[in-house]
């Protein structure tokens, strides 16, 4: 069965600081992976994807993610964190193939606070 | 204006009440989807509709009950609820599925509290 792991589930860092948001997926066929951020009492807004291609994608908000096959790893980056990055951050896989029904499979989430 | 729009934003309803949630995009989708969220649990899909027709029913209790007249619009009929049916109730859309399934995009939810 298919499924997404974000192993943590509560990160802190300070303003200005590197980020890394982990995300494993558990899938046998083609996968389309995303990156969606929550701010609180919101809907999700889709920060970046990945169908094929170039393994590092860019995303808005100057976030980044790499794909790994090896690793079944879809890692979330930014450089520099803002204090407006405080949020909810979900990892979700879709199925590429024909069959599917456009089902996103999310993971638990990794709540990102950012300390001044 | 955002894509996805959903109304109403907050829902308070008591266990015997008949409620309704729409959800409208304005985006030219074809697929749209009902996805739950409840508080410490990853967002659940309950429903599916492509081209108006339900293509997909992730074993959601009869008490939902989902409506789709177009591709633009989608309601979700609740009937006798339960206090744990509260939760985030999200709405998304998307150009399709199968191959051309491209990414979702989400409305900001209805805030459901079952009293």
């Known amino acids: 069965a298919q499924s997404v792991t974000q192993p943590d589930i509560h990160i802190t860092v300070s303003e200005g600081a590197s980020l890394e948001l982990r995300c494993n997926y558990s899938?046998?066929?083609?996968?389309?992976l995303f990156w969606y951020v929550q701010s609180p009492g919101q809907g999700l807004q889709l920060l970046l994807k990945y169908f094929s291609g170039d393994t590092l994608v860019q995303g808005i908000k100057g976030f980044e993610a790499e794909f790994k096959r090896s690793q079944s790893s879809f890692n979330l980056r930014k450089p520099s964190v803002h204090w407006s990055d405080a949020a909810e951050y979900f990892c979700a896989v879709k199925d590429g193939g024909s069959g599917n029904t456009g089902k996103l499979i999310f993971g638990q989430g990794t709540t990102l606070q950012v300390k001044p | 204006e955002t894509g996805v729009t959903q109304t109403p934003r907050h829902l308070v309803m008591g266990m015997t009440n008949k409620k309704s949630l729409k959800c409208e995009q304005h985006l030219g989708h074809n697929a749209m989807y009902w996805y739950k969220q409840s508080a410490k649990k990853p967002l659940e899909l309950m429903f599916v509709?492509?081209?108006?027709?339900q293509t997909e029913n992730n074993s959601v209790p009869s008490r939902f009950s989902p409506e789709c007249p177009n591709s633009s619009h989608l309601f979700l009929h609740l009937h006798t609820l339960q206090p744990e049916d509260s939760a985030l109730y999200l709405c998304a859309s998307s150009w399709g599925t199968g191959e051309i399934s491209t990414e979702a995009f989400f409305g900001q939810g209805t805030r459901l509290t079952v009293v």
């Open positions: 509709y492509n081209f108006k027709e």
């Open positions: 899938y046998g066929a083609t996968p389309y």
